[in-house]
Structure formats: C-alpha cells, structure tokens
C-alpha cells in the first residue's frame, strides 16, 4: 500500500478501496474507465450511507439461493472486481460451486492475462479462459465469451455490469445479477436481481449467506427466488437513499 491510512480515519474502508483501485491501475489489471467508473461508484455509496442496506441484504440472499440453485453459474470477473474483491471472488465461486471467467469492458490480451494472472496468484482454480464463442448483437471485442462459461450459463454473477451488455445476455435468456451502487442504472433495470450495494460489501455478505441457506431444502430456495421482485427492491433502495439524506439534513 503506498498511502499509510489510519485505522482510525471515519472514512477507512472508502480509502482502502481507492488505494486497491490504484494499486490495480498500476499492475495493468484495472482501466482507466474502471477508475472513473469507482468514482461513480463511490458517490453513490456516500449516498446510500456507506453501508449494507435491508433492501440490498435482501437482494444478496435472493442471489445466494440463485447461485446456489443454478445448473451452470458463473461469475464474470473485471478489473474492478479483481482489484478489490480477487479473494472474495474465489471464495463466493467455492461456496456456490459457480465458474469464473474474465470478462472485460475495453479488453486488451495483456490486461486479461494480468487479470488471470492475479485471479490464479489468489487461489482461483476453475477458470473460464477461452475465447471462442460471441455473444449476439455486441460490439465484437466486448462479446467475446468463453463457449463452456458465460455462453452456457444458466446464471451470470456481473459485478458492475454495463447496460448494454448486460441486455445482450438477457436476450440470451440467462438469469443476470449485478451488483450496482447505482440503483438507476440501465443495468440496475434490465438486471434479473439487482444488488444495490458496494461490492466490498455484497461479495462477504452473499458468501456467509450461501453458507447459512445450504442447509435449506430446494422448494425453501425456490420460494425465495419466487417472492422476489427485482422494481420493488430498486424502488426500496432510492427510498433508503432519501431517507439517509433526510438524516444528514436533519
Ligand atoms: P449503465 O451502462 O448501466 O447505464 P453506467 O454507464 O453509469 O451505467 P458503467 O460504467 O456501465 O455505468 O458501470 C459502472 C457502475 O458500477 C456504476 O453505476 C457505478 O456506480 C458502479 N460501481 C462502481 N464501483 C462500484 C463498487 N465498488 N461496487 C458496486 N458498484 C460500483
Ligand atoms: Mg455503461
């Protein structure tokens, strides 16, 4: 870590993140557009209070009971998620037993390779790494898929996902959850199960979550999934973020 941040500084865990951030431009893992989009990111986390809210817990426990009910799940790994979560990341792909595969937005072979790279220095075994299938109706760089992990799949875990691509896989009729600080996104809409909450944060809650509801039976998993409705959850989140606001005005 190149910046010596206090443990006791009010706003650690954000700093922390930023400096992974950096850390993860320097090693050639995340892109530039990843940086701005963390700012994004961070903004909305400020708004939202910094913290795991009901209607996002409830969203993590829907998309641990998926995960867990899934024929073929995978998790789609950026350079964003690979900077801050690669541990987590490997550890959710375990408990669930969903593949990985690198999927990045501006990709470039060397940055897929460091992103890989980083993934198997962190323990990562199960890895999608071919590049032999295209998702329809995408710009060609940002469809290229492996035919055995994100084609196949049932189910696809995409932290911070982009509208458009994340519309292509729906029309692929997959099952798509995203994590999105912003709740008024084209993904945060388009997305089966959307989680309105900092990844640092969702990665660790949907692991112990996974854990704790594998003891559940398959009807008690399907129930979950069965009351869920993804509007309500975005129209919960936007009124957890004014009420935060009407606390700090207060
Ligand atoms: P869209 O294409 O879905 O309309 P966008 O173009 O604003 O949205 P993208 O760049 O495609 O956004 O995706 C980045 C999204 O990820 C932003 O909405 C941002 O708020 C969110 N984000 C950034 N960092 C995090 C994080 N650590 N945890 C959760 N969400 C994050
Ligand atoms: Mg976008």
Redesign the pocket.
Same mark, same amino acid.
């Given at each position: 870590m190149k910046m010596d941040i206090p443990g006791t500084h009010p706003r650690y865990q954000s700093l922390v993140?930023r400096e992974k951030i950096a850390e993860g431009i320097e090693a050639g893992i995340t892109g530039e557009i990843g940086l701005i989009?963390?700012g %994004? &990111?961070e903004a909305?986390d400020y708004l939202i209070g910094e913290k795991t809210t009901i209607s996002a817990y409830r969203a993590e426990t829907v998309a641990a009971a998926a995960l867990l009910l899934a024929r073929h799940p995978v998790i789609s790994v950026n350079g964003?998620t690979a900077a $801050?979560v690669p541990g987590e990341i490997i550890k959710l792909a375990n408990t669930t037993g969903a593949g990985i595969e690198v999927n990045i937005f501006y990709r470039t072979k060397e940055r897929h390779q460091n992103i890989l790279n980083h993934l198997q220095k962190h323990g990562a075994s199960k890895l999608y790494t071919s590049t032999d299938a295209i998702i329809p109706d995408l710009p060609h760089n940002r469809a290229i898929v492996d035919s055995q992990g994100i084609y196949k799949a049932d189910i696809v875990l995409v932290? $911070?996902?982009? &509208?458009?691509r994340?519309s292509a896989l729906k029309r692929m009729g997959k099952t798509i959850i995203t994590?999105? $600080?912003?709740p008024m996104? %084209?993904?945060?809409k388009t997305t089966d199960i959307t989680i309105v909450?900092? $990844?640092?944060r969702a990665i660790p809650n949907i692991i112990t979550i996974a854990e704790e509801l594998k003891n559940k039976t398959i009807i008690e998993l399907q129930q979950l999934l069965k009351n869920y409705n993804n509007q309500q959850t975005l129209k919960d989140a936007i009124k957890e973020i004014i009420a935060h606001l009407n606390n700090q005005s207060a």
């Open positions: 993140t989009a963390h %994004r &990111g909305f964003n $801050l932290p $911070l996902e982009d &509208g458009d994340c994590i999105d $600080l912003n996104s %084209r993904t945060a909450d900092n $990844l640092t």
